[in-house]
């Protein structure tokens, strides 16, 4: 029969040597302002983070560590320091959190901005600098951000002149971008109202969600909480919504491409993932949800 004493004895000394390990293993962390048990700081950012942190920071140090619930955050709030991590150690940092909405709207995190900084990240980062973003299809953006620019600007002046209302600046600003972004990464067909508006209205949904409170992230043991705020289901449905946008793009650039094999010519970004997935450029083996990734940054 096993004696529960020895059982004691075993879980003691088991006990105080991993507390012994957890105390010798003291990191010099950044200066960090008093916490509060389980929410950490939370209650010390408002609505406005940047102010806040700001205000962290000009009593703590341009180096200032801050717990957001079970997260911890470097807030670095100096030119000098900054430079060191961006440029001297930028391998070192170049991993992020994958948040919730990342890892679900960007396809598990399948492109440059959310995925970690492995092998697959540098070939998306290679593909993007190399074929995405070459010089002429720089110049191609330039050129129609030019041109919409001019156009907003006369819907301006035609608005104050004419109809002498208020002007929306933000939402004709982000209505251009969407138009610019569609026409250089989906074709000129597609830098129509019609496209231009339900992008408009995903890439919203798409900010929101991204900058959206998760329980999941800041208190793992609570994501169950998501579900009940609605998060979950807003994931979900607006990553339906994209798909379904992205499959009818994707689709119709490729019956166009089987219907022009011998003439055809790369117009536009979703052009080049394809050729590259079809190995008619040389890249990575490309699946749809990476092309669908890559399209989303």
């Not at 070939?123 to 002429?136: C, F, H, N, P």
Request: charged share 25%; aromatic share 10%.
């Amino acid at each position: 029969m096993f004696n529960p004493f020895v059982l004691f004895l075993v879980f003691f000394f088991s006990a105080f040597l991993l507390l012994k390990l957890t105390k010798s293993r003291k990191y010099k962390l950044p200066p960090s302002p008093p916490r509060l048990p389980i929410i950490g700081n939370l209650h010390q950012l408002s609505s406005l983070p940047h102010h806040s942190l700001r205000l962290l920071s000009d009593k703590y140090g341009p180096l200032l560590l801050i717990h957001m619930g079970q997260s911890r955050a470097v807030v670095v709030s100096s030119p000098e320091i900054v430079r060191e991590i961006m440029k001297t150690h930028d391998t070192i940092f170049a991993n992020r959190q994958k948040t919730v909405a990342a890892d679900v709207l960007f396809y598990g995190g399948n492109e440059v901005v959310f995925s970690p900084h492995d092998e697959n990240w540098k070939e998306a980062r290679k593909i993007l600098v190399s074929e995405l973003l070459s010089q002429g299809r720089l110049q191609l953006l330039h050129d129609n951000r030019k041109k919409e620019v001019e156009l907003m600007i006369a819907k301006i002046r035609q608005s104050c002149v004419n109809q002498k209302v208020p002007v929306n600046i933000g939402e004709m600003m982000f209505s251009m971008f969407a138009t610019v972004f569609c026409e250089f990464v989906f074709g000129g067909d597609y830098g129509g109202e019609e496209y231009g508006k339900q992008f408009t209205r995903l890439a919203q949904k798409i900010s929101e969600l991204v900058l959206a409170f998760s329980f999941k992230e800041f208190f793992p043991i609570m994501g169950w909480m998501d579900k009940f705020t609605g998060l979950d289901a807003r994931l979900e449905e607006t990553w339906k919504e994209i798909d379904d946008f992205l499959d009818r793009v994707i689709k119709e650039h490729e019956r166009h491409m089987k219907s022009r094999a011998e003439q055809f010519e790369e117009k536009d970004c979703v052009d080049v993932l394809l050729h590259l997935k079809n190995g008619s450029l040389a890249g990575a083996d490309l699946t749809m949800d990476n092309i669908k990734a890559l399209i989303l940054i």
